[in-house]
């Protein structure tokens, strides 16, 4: 049998960090609301001269060399993003060419803050069928460049950033599932829902958000597409080392945890330090969660998220 499996982790945060205490000075808000209601305390920005795949630049070749391999033996790059750097080529093709390989196919996945989930979906595929032995999965997005200078509910949860992994064949089995949903007629809940048309940006050029709507669907999402991976794999709750939630909102992961009665000291948090990345929210987070030492080889993860589109996704792995 092959198996895809995790040869190694990278993460980048751009070097801007703008704390609670900053966006006071912007917005009607305060450090004491958004560490309560969201469980932020800083998030980073990128430059201005600085795009989707620089940020996946430096994750990524931080996770080669984690994996121990060279670029040139990458057999194809799947990015996850919806910030990507122009409307095409992707941001895997701007990707490759910074990573100086050529040849390897190259490839964006669309599905905000679900997208990796989605992306590791493509790249285990690939690698079961026997189509790549090395896949570069990245999640990579500068949101902030969307964010409407109006809004204090988007402004304080969103953060740019990267994180990768590159999926390797193994003949252990690594990742064990995954499960992929959407629900396309949400779209307008959560999105950037403007378009380029006759030279002219046409409708709304900043993300629009029902927070509420989001959050209730988010818990309820998560909670179910986490309960369909643990039935397909026969596993308990308790079999899971390590929850790798997206983070969008520490209530939301509780309230995750809560209903699949599962430990929170069980799951990585790392949104205090960097907001809401979108699809590098999961890559940082388990990147953190190895280089730390707290996932080690061998331990059972499970990974879930749920983003625009309505999209929803999760993943079994052993790490
Ligand atoms: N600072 C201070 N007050 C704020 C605020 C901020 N940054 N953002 C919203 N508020 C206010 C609202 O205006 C509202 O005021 P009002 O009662 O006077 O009308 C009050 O806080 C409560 O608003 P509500 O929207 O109910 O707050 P909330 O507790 O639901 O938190 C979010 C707002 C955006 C943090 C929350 O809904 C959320 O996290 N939603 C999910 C977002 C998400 O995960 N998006 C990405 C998904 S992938």
Redo the contacts with the bound molecule.
Sequence with gaps: MIYSRIAGTGGYLPDRVITNTD?EAV????DE??RL??GVQERHRAGPDESASDLALIAGQRAIAAAGIDPDDIDLIVVATSTSDALFPSCACHLQAKLGITGCGALDVTA??SGFIYALAVADSFIRSDAAGNVLVVGTDVLSRFLNPAD???????GDGAGALVLSRNKEPGVLSTHLHADGKDGDT?GVVSSIRDGRVHGFPYLT?D??A??KQ?VKRMEEVSREALAHNSLKVGDIDWLIP?Q??K??IFSVCDRLDFDPAKAVITLDKHG?T?AASIPLALDQAIRDGRIRRGNMLLMC????GFTWSSAVLRY
Excluded at 152 to 158: E, K, L, S, Y
């Design positions: 966006l917005f009607d808000t305060s609301w958004i209601r969201t905000a803050c204090r509910a988007t402004g304080v949860i969103f959560l958000m927070g509420n989001v959050f988010a997206h969008a909102n209530r939301i809401n979108t998220a749920f983003g625009s």
